[in-house]
């Protein structure tokens, strides 16, 4: 099966500006998941939908972190304006199954984000 | 909050000897999961753990669940260069939705031929 498309691959923006990330998850996969890693550590969870609604979004950033999922199938990831502390690793995340199973995450490649 | 300690953070070894990462939780996990990511690349799925005292093996890698469901564990046997990568813990909280994995800071492991 095909994997977790994520693009682009690489980003370099300067502060204040926007950019938004694009994920297609695995065909199939109800449940899609935001993951932001900063160099060293592990993935923080952004936010997380099941088909096209948001289950878990209490650490997005909301003042200027925004995502949606409109057909219940690829997502964007937005931030707006950014800042420094912003720089990381933004991955993608999809399972098969719903939010109280114990399916595994299959990751996308990521977004690497670089704030200048 | 609730975290997921692991320990140690970098681990050196030489081509041939074992190694093993910790994976501590300040609370009562449903299960937890082990992934892999090697350098440049994103997290891999190894295994999931749900039972108390639970023991999987994949090869040359043991992967334990604590008694109290609180710790895990993960050893590998003769590491080889292919080895290398950082190996992430990720402990779900009971109650939790599936994204609430709590991840580890991780372990990055180092191969010397």
């Known amino acids: 099966e095909a994997g977790v498309a994520q693009s682009p691959r690489y980003k370099i923006i300067e502060k204040r500006q926007s950019v938004a990330f694009w994920c297609n998850p695995i065909s199939g996969h109800a449940t899609l998941y935001w993951y932001q890693q900063i160099l060293g550590q592990g993935p923080k969870l952004l936010i997380q939908f099941q088909n096209n609604g948001v289950v878990d979004d209490s650490q997005l950033p909301k003042d200027r972190f925004s995502a949606e999922r409109l057909k219940g199938v690829d997502s964007t990831l937005k931030i707006q304006p950014a800042k420094l502390e912003d720089s990381a690793v933004y991955l993608c995340?999809?399972?098969?199954?719903?939010?109280?199973?114990?399916?595994?995450?299959?990751f996308g490649n990521g977004t690497r984000l670089t704030v200048t | 909050g609730q975290q997921v300690m692991q320990i140690p953070q970098y681990q050196h070894v030489q081509e041939g000897e074992d190694f093993t990462t910790y994976c501590n939780s300040s609370t009562t996990l449903s299960n937890i999961q082990w992934y892999k990511q090697r350098p440049g690349g994103h997290p891999v799925f190894l295994i999931q753990l749900v039972k108390s005292g639970e023991v999987k093996k994949q090869k040359r890698l043991t992967f334990q669940f604590g008694e109290a469901k609180k710790n895990s564990s993960l050893h590998i046997t003769a590491t080889q260069t292919t080895d290398v990568g950082t190996y992430f813990c990720a402990g779900k909280i009971y109650g939790g939705s599936q994204g609430n994995l709590i991840f580890g800071k991780g372990t990055k492991l180092s191969v010397k031929p």
């Open positions: 995340a999809s399972s098969s199954t719903g939010q109280w199973n114990n399916s595994p995450l299959h």
